[in-house]
């Protein structure tokens, strides 16, 4: 019952900026850490606390953010370059309301492309 979607991929100009979002639904008792991925690069990720780590190919560039109340990941993309393009997926540990132990979550992923 538990799903991750994202949402805010598209096309864009070299040096323009793109904002995903990853809404956590179902019935959750408790998210942990949230992270966008590109192929097998993780990116970037942030804890529960807020403490963020990311990626030296996007640092400066790319941030993470979250809003515990929504439930919800994003990550603010600025100074895009062609080498960006890729499928962004999300990725959430998740402890469900019904489950003693969280589960690792993905999205389906969110195309971004950039191009000019």
């Known amino acids: 019952q538990v799903q991750l979607v994202e949402s805010g991929g598209g096309l864009v100009q070299p040096g323009g900026s793109l904002r995903l979002s990853c809404a956590a639904s179902?019935?959750?008792?408790?998210?942990?850490?949230m992270s966008w991925y590109r192929q097998r690069e993780l990116v970037a990720s942030i804890q529960r606390s807020g403490?963020?780590n990311y990626a030296d190919s996007v640092k400066g560039r790319f941030t993470i953010s979250r809003d515990n109340a929504k439930n919800t990941v994003y990550l603010q993309m600025n100074s895009l370059k062609p080498e960006d393009t890729a499928v962004y997926l999300c990725?959430?540990?998740?402890?469900?309301?019904?489950?003693?132990?969280?589960?690792?979550?993905w999205g389906q992923g969110t195309q971004v492309t950039v191009s000019s």
């Open positions: 179902g019935s959750i008792l408790g998210i942990y850490t």
């Open positions: 403490t963020t």
């Open positions: 990725n959430a540990d998740i402890r469900a309301s019904t489950d003693i132990l969280p589960t690792n979550y």
